[in-house]
């Protein structure tokens, strides 16, 4: 149980363009999913908190007109990338935590998505 | 916010040898968590810890949550060429629907046959 599931795994696209990465929690609702960014050799560094049914939260730093979040339903939210530049290029994963678990229940993550910019 | 140390950064061990690495903490949590992390992959849980002084193993991997809740320990045995990876620790205090977790930087393990 507890899969989460991120498309595309990877994605290569011109500077100007948009990119939309989807995270999906495959067997169980999640009412928060979490967005990370991760730098070659580097540890996870959180972008944003996905509520389903309101406005994502945004960690200080992180332009929230670039990173679009949206979270339709308790199985899908969604990371767009705005007119993307090569320095956006990154790993980007994404996390859920189980709906009606206990408050303190384990983030599962996607596979990760490699966005390159060119 | 809190910090989480972790050690060492990377190891390069023999196939067999054993293996480990922690993390400390300069505030407590409610929860330790250890996640392995495959090149160009999520991490994927290993070990929960919910409990301080908790001890929990998971086939050849050991895990224990401190007894100040300041730390946490990994120990593989017997490591074999699949171990490679990422090894990252998490701590989390458990506020429901708030990203309370804070990882450490992550150690890289390296087994030579």
């Known amino acids: 149980g507890a899969v989460v599931s991120q498309h595309p795994s990877w994605v290569i696209c011109k500077s100007g363009t948009s990119v939309k990465i989807e995270c999906r929690s495959l067997?169980?609702?999640?009412?928060?999913m979490f967005w990370y960014r991760q730098f070659p050799k580097q540890s996870l560094m959180l972008m944003a908190t996905?509520?389903?049914?309101?406005?994502?939260?945004?960690e200080q730093g992180v332009e929230k007109d670039k990173f679009l979040i949206n979270h339709a339903s308790l199985t899908l939210s969604t990371l767009t990338v705005t007119s993307a530049h090569p320095e956006d290029s990154s790993f980007y994963i994404c996390?859920?935590?189980?709906?009606?678990?206990?408050?303190?229940?384990?983030?599962?993550f996607g596979n990760g998505t490699r966005l390159t910019v060119t | 916010g809190q910090q989480l140390n972790q050690s060492p950064q990377s190891m390069f061990i023999q196939e067999g040898e054993d293996v480990s690495m922690n993390c400390t903490s300069s505030s407590i949590f409610n929860t330790w968590l250890w996640y392995k992390q495959d090149p160009g992959e999520g991490p994927v849980l290993l070990i929960a810890?919910?409990?301080?002084?908790e001890l929990t193993s998971n086939g050849r991997l050991t895990a224990q949550f401190g007894i100040t809740r300041k730390d946490s320990f990994l120990n593989i045995s017997a490591s074999i060429p699949s171990d490679v990876g990422i090894y990252f620790c998490?701590?989390?205090?458990?506020?429901?629907?708030?990203?309370?977790?804070?990882f450490g930087a992550g150690t890289r393990l390296t087994v030579k046959p």
């Open positions: 810890l919910y409990k301080a002084g």
């Open positions: 996390s859920a935590r189980w709906l009606g678990r206990a408050y303190n229940s384990p983030l599962h």
């Open positions: 067997d169980f609702q999640a009412t928060t």
């Open positions: 998490a701590g989390q205090l458990g506020t429901y629907n708030n990203n309370d977790m804070r």
């Open positions: 996905s509520n389903e049914g309101s406005k994502a939260t945004y």
